[in-house]
Nanobody, 121 residues
Framework: QVQLVESGGGLVQAGGSLRLSCAAS????????MAWFRQAPGKERIFVAA????????YYADSVKGRFTISRDNAKNTVYLLMNSLKPEDTAIYYC??????????????WGQGTQVTVSS
């Protein structure tokens, strides 16, 4: 059974940094695309970043490009999201997701429970 557990969220001032982690169960991890999505209060869940399972190609939403970096460690079954220069509008619940095919779309098969990120102005 696929399980994803996020950690690393918290409260940070604008301009600060956080690193989110998503620990995955099982030996399937290296063959799955991994992504981060976020959902702000009253808004839809939106794509933030993704990393492919093969070449490790990365993809970003325009709103976070240049500030966020997604990476993965297949030996540790973990995907990371390093968030720099945080803004109040980055405040949301951040979700980790896994799928064999999807990259930017929200049709990921597996999801974590989410971790709250709050950026104060």
């Amino acid at each position: 059974q696929v399980q994803l557990v996020e950690s690393g969220g918290g409260l940070v001032q604008a301009g600060g940094s956080l690193r989110l982690s998503c620990a995955a169960s099982g030996r399937w991890f290296s063959r799955y695309n991994m992504a981060w999505f976020r959902q702000a209060p009253g808004k839809e869940r939106i794509f933030v970043a993704a990393i492919s399972w093969g070449a490790g190609s990365t993809y970003y939403a325009d709103s976070v490009k240049g500030r966020f970096t997604i990476s993965r460690d297949n030996a540790k079954n973990t995907v990371y999201l390093l968030m720099n220069s945080l803004k109040p509008e980055d405040t949301a619940i951040y979700y980790c997701a896994a799928d064999q095919d999807e990259l930017r779309s929200p049709r990921y098969e597996y999801w974590g429970q989410g971790t709250q990120v709050t950026v104060s102005s």
